[in-house]
Nanobody, 125 residues
Framework: QLQLVESGGGLVQPGGSLRLSCAAS????????IAWFRQAPGKEREGVSF????????YYADSVKGRFTISRNNGKNTVYLQMNSLTPEDTAVYYC??????????????????WGQGTQVTVSS
């Protein structure tokens, strides 16, 4: 049974850092591209970052470029999101998801089949 479990969220002050993890099980993790999304209250779910199965390509939303870094360890079936210089606008529930094979637009949630339960990130002083 495919499962994605996010962790690493929490409360952090503006300017701080967090590292999120997405642990996968129940499928051939190394075959799938993975993305991080986030959803703030009253807002649509938005794509944050994306990584291909072999880490060849990574993409970022303009709002996080230069501050967030996505990576993966296929040996550990885990994807990471290192988040630096956090601002209150980064406050949201963060989700990881597996992209449907053959799908194109990385930031469209409709192109993703399986989702984790999410981890809350709150940036506040």
């Amino acid at each position: 049974q495919l499962q994605l479990v996010e962790s690493g969220g929490g409360l952090v002050q503006p300017g701080g850092s967090l590292r999120l993890s997405c642990a996968a099980s129940g499928f051939t993790f190394y075959s799938y591209a993975i993305a991080w999304f986030r959803q703030a209250p009253g807002k649509e779910r938005e794509g944050v970052s994306f990584i291909t199965s072999s880490s060849t390509w990574t993409y970022y939303a303009d709002s996080v470029k230069g501050r967030f870094t996505i990576s993966r360890n296929n040996g550990k079936n885990t994807v990471y999101l290192q988040m630096n210089s956090l601002t209150p606008e980064d406050t949201a529930v963060y989700y990881c998801a597996t992209r449907r094979p053959g799908a194109t637009t990385w930031y469209d949630p409709l192109n993703y089949d399986s989702w984790g339960q999410g981890t809350q990130v709150t940036v506040s002083s």
